[in-house]
Nanobody, 124 residues
Framework: QVPLVESGGGLVQAGGSLRLSCAAS????????MGWFRQAPGKEREFVAA????????TYADSVKGRFTISRDNAKNTVYLLMNSLKPDDTAVYYC?????????????????WGQGTQVTVSS
């Protein structure tokens, strides 16, 4: 098991920024691809971003490209999602996930471990 805990969610006005964190307690994340997903009310969970083991490679959903940045600090066993220029459509519960593989993953079944999620609400 890889216990993941997200933090940093909250209420922000449109155009604002938030930085989400995902930490693993007692386990190293350095050999996991890490991803962020989100699920809005009444919608299916969707991929947001993913980052490779070393952080040298990352990928984003088109809807967040240019606004969100995924990063990681393996020394701190933490992954981040910096969200800028937030829109009301970004409102969702955001989940981090760990993938026990070397290649980036783009869908939920690609990932092995999940956090409980953190709520992000963007007001207009």
């Amino acid at each position: 098991q890889v216990p993941l805990v997200e933090s940093g969610g909250g209420l922000v006005q449109a155009g604002g920024s938030l930085r989400l964190s995902c930490a693993a307690s007692g386990r190293t994340l350095s050999t996991y691809v890490m991803g962020w997903f989100r699920q809005a009310p009444g919608k299916e969970r969707e991929f947001v971003a993913a980052i490779s083991w070393t952080g040298g490679s990352s990928t984003y959903a088109d809807s967040v490209k240019g606004r969100f940045t995924i990063s990681r600090d393996n020394a701190k066993n933490t992954v981040y999602l910096l969200m800028n220029s937030l829109k009301p459509d970004d409102t969702a519960v955001y989940y981090c996930a760990a993938r026990r593989a070397y290649t980036l993953g783009y869908s939920g079944p690609d990932y092995n471990y999940w956090g409980q999620g953190t709520q992000v609400t963007v007001s207009s």
